[in-house]
């Protein structure tokens, strides 16, 4: 099946920790995303990617990193810098060749939690 | 500022009673306005999309319109099966392959049986 994977679902992060969160997808999409969701806040976000080895930030890349290497895999890394890291991360692929396919489609989701 | 803001925040309503959510935009350009549905702990399912004023789209009890300033989500006769929270998004012309959504703080609807 045709989908984006998001792995773990959930992510535990001790203080002054890096955590990285997958997103995998097999749709061939040029276009990823990273939000982040905030109860009672709409998506925020984080960076985004419509070419391998090419990447930009978002309206939130403070204390987050990427890296895209490989169309199919577009790795978050939550570093020490972000001081609230609790949320819940979605990915998002999308096709940007143009008409009705440029729909982004979302990933299941990890929830990160601070201990 | 490209803006998007959806109303009302939550709305319960009873099985069988039909309603609308509501989402209003302001953007410099449209390239197209899109409806989720977001299941608690899940990520965004896609509903629709629709690009120009006029425009509707239907799926089972769904149905989306569009003007040149918002977007309706009708929900007629929903079932409990409905309950989620429902989020719009819009993408606008910024003139080059920004391919960015912005999006809405989405609709709670709770149906109940």
């Known amino acids: 099946d045709g989908g984006i994977t998001q792995s773990p679902k959930y992510l535990f992060r001790k203080e002054g920790q890096n955590v990285t969160l997958s997103c995998e997808q097999n749709?061939?999409?040029?276009?990823m995303y990273w939000y982040r969701q905030d109860p009672g806040q709409g998506l925020r976000l984080i960076y985004y990617?419509?070419?391998?080895?090419?990447?930009q930030k978002g309206d939130i890349a403070e204390g987050y990193s990427v890296s895209r290497e490989k169309k199919e895999s577009f790795p978050l890394t939550v570093t020490s810098a972000q001081k609230n890291p609790t949320a819940f991360y979605l990915c998002?692929?999308?096709?940007?060749?143009?008409?009705?396919?440029?729909?982004?489609?979302f990933g299941p989701g990890t929830r990160l939690l601070v201990l | 500022e490209d803006q998007v803001t959806q109303s009302p925040e939550a709305l319960r309503l009873q099985e069988g009673e039909s309603s609308s959510l509501n989402c209003s935009y302001t953007?410099?350009?449209?390239?197209?306005l899109f409806w989720y549905r977001q299941d608690p702990g899940k990520g965004p399912e896609f509903l629709f999309t629709?690009?120009?004023a006029g425009e509707e789209k239907e799926k089972e009890r769904l149905k989306a319109t569009l003007t040149k300033k918002e977007s309706f989500l009708h929900i007629t006769a929903p079932k409990p099966e409905d309950s989620a929270t429902y989020l719009c998004?819009?993408?606008?012309?910024?003139?080059?392959?920004?391919?960015?959504?912005?999006f809405g703080t989405g609709t709670l609807l709770a149906v109940q049986p």
């Open positions: 998002a692929s999308m096709v940007t060749s143009g008409g009705p396919q440029e729909t982004q489609y």
């Open positions: 749709l061939n999409h040029d276009a």
């Open positions: 990617s419509q070419i391998v080895n090419d990447f």
């Open positions: 953007v410099s350009g449209l390239r197209g």
């Open positions: 629709l690009y120009s």
């Open positions: 998004a819009v993408r606008t012309d910024y003139g080059g392959a920004t391919n960015k959504l912005i």
